[in-house]
């Protein structure tokens, strides 16, 4: 089974303060994600990557950025947390295929972090 | 643009009645639709996909999906519910990008009473 870890289930966070939520996934998955989750609205996508020290923008990456130094590890940084930011954030892999099978496959979801910025 | 819907904030049924959570969804090209659990503080568990060809896609424990492609919908279901099935789900499909990424729905919730 795939194992998608989130190092931290609940953070409390004070505005301004520099914010690293960590992932790390153990299938060797190319593809990794950081989505957010709010009541009503679904889970909208940050930031995604497809491989090592690549990132792309997401639906709402304003606020945010991330690293992927190594594969297995994908990390979401708020610069200057603020309390519109308070949320439950998740971390996701995918394994990338060639053809039709990488669009048939799917996310691979951590337990998530609730951040909390007060 | 890829989207989806999820109609319904709320599903309350009865345990041991049949259950239906909707979805209906938009796309250009092949439709790859998922369904998730989500239990509470808990991420996403993947419940199951849109198999090409199949009108009736069987997933985990005991849920299937209703495709129809003429409704553009992929209905979830259950024959008898339980209690323990009582949780957020949500429905999503995958953007036609490079990214792989899943657009999801706002979710549903699902409450069964005993």
């Known amino acids: 089974d795939v194992k998608v870890t989130q190092s931290s289930r609940y953070l409390v966070k004070r505005t301004g303060e520099k914010v690293f939520l960590e992932c790390v996934q153990d299938?060797?998955?190319?593809?990794m994600f950081w989505y957010r989750q709010d009541p009503g609205l679904g889970l909208r996508l940050i930031y995604f990557?497809?491989?090592?020290?690549?990132?792309e923008k997401g639906d709402i990456p304003e606020g945010y950025s991330v690293s992927r130094e190594k594969k297995e590890r994908f990390s979401l940084i708020l610069e200057s947390a603020s309390t519109n930011q308070t949320s439950m954030y998740l971390c996701?892999?995918?394994?990338?295929?060639?053809?039709?099978?990488?669009?048939?496959?799917?996310?691979?979801f951590g337990n998530g972090t609730r951040l909390t910025v007060t | 643009a890829q989207s989806v819907a999820q109609p319904e904030d709320q599903v309350n049924v009865a345990e041991g009645n049949p259950l239906t959570v909707k979805c209906t969804y938009s796309v250009s090209g092949n439709p790859y639709l998922f369904w998730y659990v989500q239990y509470p503080n808990r991420g996403l568990q993947f419940l199951l996909k849109y198999i090409t060809g199949d009108n009736l896609v069987k997933g985990s424990y005991g849920f299937e999906a209703e495709f129809n492609k003429s409704q553009t919908s992929f209905h979830l279901k259950k024959p008898s519910a339980l209690v323990s099935d009582s949780a957020l789900y949500f429905c999503a499909v995958r953007g036609m990008d490079s990214s792989y990424k899943l657009i999801f729905g706002s979710g549903t919730r699902l409450l069964v009473r005993p």
């Open positions: 990557s497809y491989d090592v020290k690549m990132k």
């Open positions: 299938m060797d998955h190319e593809n």
């Open positions: 996701a892999s995918h394994r990338f295929r060639q053809g039709e099978s990488s669009y048939n496959s799917p996310l691979h």
